[in-house]
Every structure is written in C-alpha cells, then in structure tokens.
C-alpha cells in the first residue's frame, strides 16, 4: 500500500499531465470553432470576421517548422473568397495550429510549455524514489504539490493573458522542479 506521501508526490505528477490535456482541450475548441466560422462564412457567401486581423494577419512563407515549410493558411484554408477564419485541417494540424489566435493559440502555447516540463518534473520523481528505496518523504511530496499549483496558475495565466503573472509561475515551477533534483540527494 503507498503511503499518503507518495500518492500526494502522484497525484501531483498526475495533476500535471491533465493539465496539458486541458491545454489541448481549449486548443481544439479553438480550432474547431474556427472550422464551423469558415464553413458558415462559406455556406453564407460573406467573408465573416477575419479571425487573424489581431495584428498575426496570414502566415507566410517564412514560417519553418524543422526542415519543412509551413504553407500560408491564407488561400485554400479561408472561406471562399479568400476571406474568413482558417478551417481546421485534421490532415494538416501543424498548418491549423499554426493559423490558431487569440485564446486557442495561447493554449497551443501551454500545452507545449506543459509537454516541455512535464519529463523534467517526472524524472526527477523517479530519482527520489530510485535513490530512496521507493520512499517518499513528505518533503518531497510537497514540493511536487507545489510544482502542480504553480504549473495550474501558469496554464490559467496564460489562457487569460496574463504573460508577467504567468512568467512567474513559470519560475517558481521550474526552481521548485531544480529544487526536487537537489533533495533527492538529501537525507531527509
């Protein structure tokens, strides 16, 4: 049976990864919502509201992805005239993720932050427990819980904006995440 510390330090690492599944979770209402606008402003025959007026306007050519060129979401993705939101491409994510604004491309943005550091969070877990026997200490059970905390307020800073708030609960999570490498070689 696990003792109460070391499903906290879970539940903790657990928390973590749901929040990159919310992340996802608004990243793809975004783009489907996008999809039902380009479609009705299509069905309609109008151009609707350009969802990239936000000053992102239509990617270019610029745009590189590794080794491989983005096309510009500008022609065949709009509505009919050109015009329009991008149309979610389920063939073509990168190009639909790519062309997200506002809310959704924010949550784009966390959810790759939140798959960035989720390995680091995890794999220092693993070697508190590898270099304990598989014990838990209630120290480092509470800073997981915080690493979880600060890594919840900085998806909920950055799906509503708020980049310095959110800069900082990225550098409290990430010194706490440093912070549970150092006490695994603590004797606690």
Not at 92 to 117: C, P, V, Y
Request: charged share 15%; glycine share 8%.
């Amino acid at each position: 049976m696990p003792s109460d510390s070391q499903v906290v330090a879970a539940a903790s690492l657990l928390l973590c990864y749901i929040y990159w599944w919310v992340a996802l979770s608004v990243m793809r209402s975004a783009q489907f919502k996008a999809n039902k606008e380009a479609a009705e402003a299509a069905a309609s025959g109008k151009a609707g509201a350009d969802v990239a007026a936000g000053g992102r306007g239509a990617l270019d050519e610029r745009l590189v992805h590794g080794s491989r060129r983005l096309r510009s979401p500008s022609s065949a993705d709009r509505a009919a005239d050109g015009s329009g939101p991008v149309k979610f491409d389920n063939h073509d994510q990168t190009n639909s993720k790519a062309a997200l604004t506002g809310r959704g491309r924010r949550a784009m943005l966390a959810m790759n932050n939140h798959a960035e550091q989720l390995p680091q969070f995890g794999l220092a877990l693993v070697l508190n427990l590898a270099l304990r026997g598989g014990q838990c200490p209630w120290a480092v059970a509470g800073v997981m819980a915080g690493v979880a905390v600060f890594r919840g307020l900085h998806l909920a800073c950055y799906l509503s904006d708020q980049a310095s708030i959110r800069s900082l609960t990225f550098l409290f999570s990430t010194l706490l995440t440093f912070a549970l490498y150092a006490l695994a070689f603590v004797d606690l």
